[in-house]
């Protein structure tokens, strides 16, 4: 069984500043591997897959990168509105297909 | 523009069998490019996915919910279902129904309903 392992548990930026997520998985995943944010309320939103490729509408600022067992979403130029919880979902081992703990990114 | 919705019970007693099913708008059930899948959150968790179904009939599931989780789909009404027997309080969550792309197994999930909080009580 894959562990998907998000880091820190919750950051705080500034905005207009950059902000890092980390994902680590316990094993090699590949490339297989997206990114959700979710709001207060909302249900989560595909940002990336494919470790690096935006989902349709998603801005610039979200960038992802990494393969095998380490990943980074990395959001320049942070606004307000990208205040939320942030997942990694692994997609390469199954039957399972495991999110992470979340990583809550707070705008000072 | 594809619109998933998961109308719930609200409420189920322990012991029971909670159901759901998701109404899919603006895309057939029977894309084949797509699963459809269920994902819950427990109150202030995180996400767990429970199982994806295909229109065809094949399925996966989190092997720890396996025994309890039944997926089915109906192409003719374009919608999907999920049961959840014997549910304690431990299965108290939001539930999501979305859509899982396929490009031969099951890879990230590209568009969600709103989720339904389904509490359980007696």
């Known amino acids: 069984e894959v562990v998907m392992t998000q880091s820190p548990a919750t950051l705080s930026v500034s905005p207009g500043e950059r902000a890092t997520l980390s994902c680590r998985a316990s094993?090699?995943?590949?490339?297989?591997l997206a990114w959700y944010q979710q709001k207060p309320g909302q249900a989560p939103r595909l940002l990336i897959y494919?470790?690096?490729t935006r989902a349709t509408g998603i801005p610039a600022r979200f960038s992802g990168s990494g393969s095998g067992t380490e990943f980074t979403l990395t959001i320049s130029s942070l606004q307000s509105e990208d205040s939320a919880i942030y997942y990694c979902?692994?997609?390469?081992?199954?039957?399972?297909?495991?999110f992470g703990q979340g990583t809550k990114l707070e705008i000072k | 523009q594809l619109h998933l919705q998961e109308p719930g019970p609200g409420l189920v007693k322990p012991s029971e069998t909670l159901s759901l099913t998701c109404k899919v708008s603006?895309?057939?059930?029977?894309?084949?490019?797509?699963?459809w899948g269920w994902i819950r959150q427990p109150p202030g968790k995180g996400l767990e996915w429970i199982g994806s179904?295909?229109?065809?009939?094949?399925?996966y599931y989190n092997p720890s919910l396996k025994s309890r989780v039944t997926l089915s789909v109906d192409t003719s009404t374009n919608q999907f279902s999920l049961n959840l027997s014997s549910v304690t309080a431990t299965d108290t969550a939001v539930y999501y129904c979305?859509?899982?792309?396929?490009?031969?197994?099951?890879?990230?999930?590209?568009?969600w309903g709103q989720g339904t909080l389904v509490t359980v009580s007696s």
């Open positions: 979305a859509r899982h792309m396929r490009i031969m197994a099951p890879k990230w999930f590209d568009s």
């Open positions: 603006g895309d057939s059930i029977s894309n084949s490019s797509y699963y």
């Open positions: 179904i295909f229109y065809g009939g094949t399925t």
């Open positions: 094993q090699s995943v590949s490339s297989n």
């Open positions: 494919g470790a690096s």
């Open positions: 979902q692994q997609y390469n081992n199954w039957p399972l297909n495991l």
